[in-house]
C-alpha cells in the first residue's frame, strides 16, 4: 500500500516538476532583447567613454535627453563640454561640427529629424565630404551626422522624406541606414570610427522597437562592417532588397509568399554608399529575379540604382522584369488614409514578388 502512495506522490512531483523545468529552459534558451533606441545610446556612451574626442551636438541633447531620448544619461556622464546643447540653428552647429573634424575630434551631429538637415547641407556637402578629396587625402573629417529619417506618422510633407538617395549620390559621404538593434548598435560605433563623413539614417518608427541580441552583440568590442549588406533570410526563388523600416516589411512578405509556394530571399542592405553590389549580384544570380523596396521616391532612387547595378553586372540571368517598389511619386499627404497609400506596404510586395513569380492572377480572373 505504501509502495502505490509512493508511486502515485512521485507521479505528481513529476507533473509539476516537468512545467517548472521546461519553462525554466525555454527562458534559459530565450534571446536577450534591445531596443533599437537603447542600442544607439549604448553605442555612444561606449564610444564616448573609449575616445575623448567624441562628443555629441544638437537640439535637446542634453538636458532634455534627446528628442527621442536617444542620448539618456549622457549629460549627466560626460558633462556639457561633450553633450551640447545648441540653438535651432543646424547650419551653425552642423558648421562648428565640421570644423572640430578638421582639428581632429569626432562630433556625433544630431538632426531632430533629417529634413532639418537642408538647413546644414552646404557643410555635409562641400565642406565634410569634398575635403579629403580636395586636400589630396591630407585632411579627414570624422564627423557622423545623425538622426531620424522618413516618414513617421502625421507629421506632414515637410517631415517625412527619406534622404538615402539624396546622400547617396554625393562622393566623400558614407551613408548607412540600420534596421535592427543589431544594425543600429554595430554601424554606429563603425560610423563613429571611421576617419570620413557618415550620414547615418535612422527610423523614428524603430526606436522602440525590440529586436533579439547575441553575448557578441553586447560586447563593447561589437562592430559591424561599413559596406556589407546581410541576408537576412534564405531564399531561391526572388531576391527582395530593402533597408531600414522596409526590411521588416520585406520579411513579413517573405513569410506571406512562403504560404504560397515562394522562397524569397531578403537582403537588409544596411549601407547605402557603399553599396554591397557583390552581395545583390550573387543572390541575383542564384534567384532569378530582383525586387526593390524603399520609402523614397521612385525616380532616382536606390532602387534604380540597384536596378542599373543589376542590369549591368547580371542581366544575363534574369528571368523577368525586376519590380521596383517605392514611395508614392508626390509629397507626402497629411490625411492617415493618404498617407498609407503613399508608402509601401506588406502587400505591395507580395504582389510584386507573384508577378516575378509569374504567379499573379490575370485581370481577367481578378474582375
Known amino acids: 500500500m505504501f509502495g502505490v502512495v509512493k508511486q502515485k506522490m512521485l507521479r505528481l512531483s513529476l507533473t509539476q516538476i516537468r512545467p517548472a523545468v521546461s519553462a525554466l ?35 535637446e541633447v542634453g538636458e532634455y535627453q534627446g528628442a527621442y531620448k536617444i542620448s539618456k544619461g549622457l549629460l549627466e556622464k560626460y558633462g556639457p563640454e561633450r553633450v551640447l546643447d545648441t540653438p535651432i540653428t543646424e547650419a551653425g552647429f552642423a558648421g562648428i561640427g565640421v570644423g572640430a573634424a578638421y582639428y581632429g575630434l569626432k562630433p556625433v551631429v544630431e538632426f531632430m529629424t533629417f529634413n532639418f538637415s537642408m538647413q546644414a547641407i552646404d557643410h555635409i556637402i562641400n565642406s565634410a565630404a569634398k575635403s579629403n578629396y580636395m586636400s589630396a587625402g591630407q585632411m579627414s573629417v ?38 535592427s538593434s543589431e544594425d543600429a548598435r554595430g554601424l554606429l560605433k563603425a560610423a563613429i570610427r571611421d576617419p570620413d563623413p557618415v550620414v547615418f539614417l535612422e527610423n523614428e518608427l524603430l526606436y522602440g522597437e525590440s529586436f533579439p541580441v547575441s553575448d557578441e552583440f553586447l560586447d563593447s568590442s561589437f562592430c559591424l562592417p561599413i559596406g556589407k549588406a546581410k541576408i537576412e533570410r534564405v531564399g531561391k526563388d526572388v531576391t527582395i532588397t530593402a533597408f531600414s523600416k522596409m526590411v521588416g516589411h520585406a520579411l513579413k512578405a517573405a513569410e506571406i509568399l512562403e504560404k504560397d509556394g515562394i522562397d524569397a530571399e531578403v537582403i537588409n542592405l544596411r549601407s547605402i554608399r557603399p553599396l554591397d553590389r557583390s552581395t545583390i549580384s550573387a543572390s541575383i544570380r542564384k534567384t532569378n529575379r530582383l525586387i526593390t523596396v524603399e520609402e523614397g521616391f521612385p525616380q532616382h532612387g536606390v532602387g534604380a540604382e540597384i536596378c542599373a547595378s543589376v542590369v549591368e553586372e547580371s542581366f544575363a540571368y534574369l528571368d523577368a522584369p525586376v519590380e521596383r517598389i517605392a514611395g508614392a511619386d508626390v509629397p507626402m499627404p497629411y490625411a492617415a488614409n493618404l498617407e498609407r497609400m503613399a508608402v509601401p506596404q506588406v502587400e505591395d510586395i507580395v504582389r510584386a514578388a507573384k508577378r516575378a513569380c509569374y504567379r499573379s492572377e490575370p485581370l481577367a480572373a481578378v474582375a
Not at 557622423?144 to 538615402?164: D, I, K, L, T
Request: hydrophobic residues 40%; contains cysteine.
Open 25 to 59: 529552459r525555454s527562458y534559459s534558451s530565450a534571446a536577450k532583447q534591445m531596443t533599437v533606441r537603447e542600442a544607439l545610446n549604448s553605442a555612444l556612451d561606449e564610444e564616448m567613454s573609449a575616445d575623448p574626442k567624441v562628443f555629441l551636438m544638437g537640439e
Open 142 to 179: 570624422p564627423i557622423v551626422f545623425r538622426g531620424p529619417n522618413g516618414a513617421a506618422a502625421g507629421v506632414g510633407a515637410q517631415h517625412s522624406q527619406c534622404y538615402a538617395s539624396w546622400y547617396a549620390s554625393c562622393p566623400g559621404l558614407k551613408v548607412l541606414m540600420p534596421y
